[in-house]
């Protein structure tokens, strides 16, 4: 039964825990990966306007056709992931595409000096972000299934994802902090020798899958990745509340830096609430996985909801200088945020094996990334065009202004967060998976 603390699908398959050290080698490679993840992501539009003179129209289009092209390409990824490990291993697809990301970050934040013409310019800027995007979500696919395969029950799994996502925390940190003091392209050389020592850990250290994969039946039709998992009401209702979820968190990474500079009017502290937030999710991993080995996946998770809306609606009440406050904020809904990190992916792991779908962890996953960065793009188009019809301008101190500022920064994702926690506590009650 999927609601029990091991699987069905899994009982005759508890594997012994994967050593410490042996965990580390596999959770490590996390960090180059999450590295790219702000400079891909945030720092870029101001890079190449600066660097380039692209103007920003052009960028933003060019963001726009990558992340297109970046999504619908993860389930197919996922697809092409679950084939190479029927025949070999997960470690292909990485060391596959490992260099296709190197290059494309290294080259976008390091444009040729002979790009004379926007033409070039953004010819340069969709080869290298396709390249970079691509590579991350190979790797990234490949990467998760790979962790979903080293344990199969719920304090195993845990233990594997509050690892990887610990180290990818520690990533995001560095990838925020550094280009502020070394600039972005000098982050982008420092991100080669991580990714290569990271490989060669991974290589040589981190534990395998204890069973082979057979192959799925309909392997020659990668649209099945589509399909296929979206079949069974364990992983609808799962990917429902993750997706409900994720917008929350989505939402208010769209709107922190108005919310920080207008509404709290401290834009010089950005960077310390960021990295407040960062280090505590990363050091709350330990508390997430220990209280995993006591309690139902679904119940440790839906405290850490219900925390962080307790920790972070707060903020709708915060004004003009509270930076102690807000401060404190940071570190309890990051230490909430922890939970979003190490369960999800845990219950993923388990919804795989009760389906009976090994040998189709890539395509889960794959799918995953993809409604993830869905989410992504849903929370902008709720967050920024709710500020404007509330009356919020970049800027604009006017009252009025500050409270729809506040309101769609911290009212309206522990709203949704508050929705998806009874979704959740439907599914737990009712075994949905």
């Given at each position: 039964m999927s609601g029990l603390g091991v699987t069905s699908g899994a009982a005759a398959r508890v594997l012994a825990p994967v050593p410490a050290a042996s965990l580390a080698a596999y959770a490590l490679l996390a960090l180059p990966l999450t590295l790219t993840a702000l400079p891909l992501n945030i720092l870029l539009p101001e890079f190449y306007a600066e660097q380039t003179g692209l103007a920003l129209t052009t960028i933003g289009l060019v963001l726009l056709a990558t992340r297109l092209v970046d999504a619908v390409a993860d389930p197919l990824l996922g697809a092409w992931v679950d084939a190479q490990k029927s025949t070999g291993s997960y470690l292909r697809p990485i060391l596959l595409a490992a260099p296709l990301l190197a290059a494309g970050f290294f080259l976008l934040f390091?444009?040729?000096?002979?790009?004379?013409?926007?033409?070039?310019?953004?010819?340069?800027?969709?080869?290298?972000?396709?390249?970079?995007?691509?590579?991350?979500?190979?790797?990234?696919?490949?990467?998760?299934?790979?962790?979903?395969?080293?344990?199969?029950?719920?304090?195993?799994?845990?233990?594997?994802?509050?690892a990887r996502e610990g180290a990818g925390l520690i990533g995001v940190l560095i990838g925020g902090v550094l280009p502020t003091v070394l600039g972005v392209g000098a982050l982008a050389w420092l991100f080669l020798p991580l990714l290569a020592a990271a490989l060669a850990l991974l290589v040589a250290k981190a534990p395998r899958p204890a069973r082979p994969s057979a192959p799925p039946t309909d392997r020659g039709n990668p649209f099945a990745a589509f399909v296929v998992p979206l079949r069974t009401s364990r992983f609808r209702w799962l990917l429902a509340v993750f997706a409900l979820n994720a917008i929350a968190p989505s939402i208010t990474a769209t709107v922190f830096q108005f919310f920080v500079a207008d509404r709290l009017g401290l834009p010089d502290h950005v960077g310390l609430f960021l990295a407040l937030y960062f280090i505590a999710g990363a050091a709350s991993m330990p508390l997430w996985i220990k209280l995993a080995q006591k309690a139902s996946l679904h119940v440790v998770w839906l405290g850490g909801m219900v925390a962080a809306v307790a920790a972070f609606v707060w903020a709708y009440g915060l004004g003009a200088g509270a930076l102690w406050p807000f401060a404190a904020i940071c570190v309890l809904s990051g230490i909430a945020f922890g939970a979003d990190l190490a369960l999800p992916p845990a219950l993923l792991a388990r919804v795989i094996d009760a389906n009976g779908h090994q040998g189709r962890e890539g395509s889960y996953f794959g799918l995953w990334?993809?409604?993830?960065?869905?989410?992504?793009?849903?929370?902008?188009?709720?967050?920024?065009?709710?500020?404007?019809?509330?009356?919020?301008?970049?800027?604009?101190?006017?009252?009025?202004?500050?409270?729809?500022?506040?309101?769609?920064?911290?009212?309206?994702?522990?709203?949704?967060?508050?929705?998806?926690?009874g979704l959740l506590w439907l599914a737990w009650r009712g075994q949905r998976f």
């Open positions: 390091n444009p040729s000096p002979g790009l004379d013409t926007p033409a070039r310019t953004t010819t340069w800027l969709f080869v290298t972000l396709v390249a970079a995007y691509i590579g991350y979500s190979l790797a990234t696919v490949a990467y998760q299934a790979w962790g979903a395969e080293l344990a199969h029950d719920d304090a195993g799994r845990t233990r594997v994802t509050g990334n993809f409604v993830n960065k869905l989410c992504l793009a849903i929370a902008g188009g709720i967050a920024l065009p709710l500020l404007e019809g509330l009356g919020y301008s970049r800027g604009v101190q006017h009252e009025t202004a500050l409270a729809a500022l506040a309101f769609t920064y911290a009212v309206v994702p522990c709203a949704l967060k508050l929705v998806a926690a």
